[in-house]
């Protein structure tokens, strides 16, 4: 990963801090647009997760760790995290793919932003929280990437309940 690569991974983190002050700007607009936020969300996700599957091996392992995702999804919503884990696994199945994975991150992070800012009042916790779970799958650059597709199986799994779960 080169450092132009890395500022199109940061860069598209920076979608959840133009939604947050989105919310701040129509904080009028934003609560009753709700359902078309989160409409949109739900098709980012599906875009993503189509371009996944797409290149999906269909193992049974594979098919394990994409249960495994839907699990710990269910259990714990990490939406950067998987987010994360995506635009990594975007980047090993090539350039195209990685940039764009990683300009519908930054489109999933305007509604996401401006949805978690009416339910949490202290933005600064969204911003700092998410953007430790966004970075830790950055670690995967460092490991011999044979597992590619078993981080995409599981990122499969996790966007289908983030579809799914609100």
């Known amino acids: ?23 701040k700007k129509t904080r009028n ?9 989160r409409s949109l969300m739900i098709i980012i996700y599906a875009i993503i997760m189509a371009m ?4 999906f091996n269909y193992g049974y392992l594979d098919l394990l760790f ?5 699990l710990i999804t269910i259990i714990i919503k990490l939406d950067y995290f998987v987010l994360g884990l995506s635009n990594v696994v975007s980047y090993y199945l090539g350039v195209g793919y990685f940039y764009i994975i990683s300009a519908l991150i930054f489109l999933i992070g305007l509604p996401y932003g401006s949805l978690k800012s009416i339910k ?4 600064k916790n969204i911003v700092l929280i998410n953007l430790l779970f966004f970075i830790a799958p950055l670690a995967l650059f460092f490991i011999k990437m ?3 597709n078993i981080v995409m199986s599981f990122s499969i799994g996790a966007i289908s309940v983030m579809i799914i779960k609100d």
């Open 120 to 123: 949490v009042k202290k933005t």
């Open 29 to 37: 607009e934003v609560i009753p647009g709700y359902r078309y936020l």
């Open 52 to 55: 996944f599957i797409n290149n």
């Open 66 to 70: 994409v249960f495994l995702g839907v």
């Open 146 to 148: 044979d597992i590619i």
């Open 1 to 23: 990963m080169n450092i132009s690569d890395f500022l199109v991974y940061c860069i598209s983190f920076s979608g959840l801090l133009f939604g947050i002050l989105l919310y």
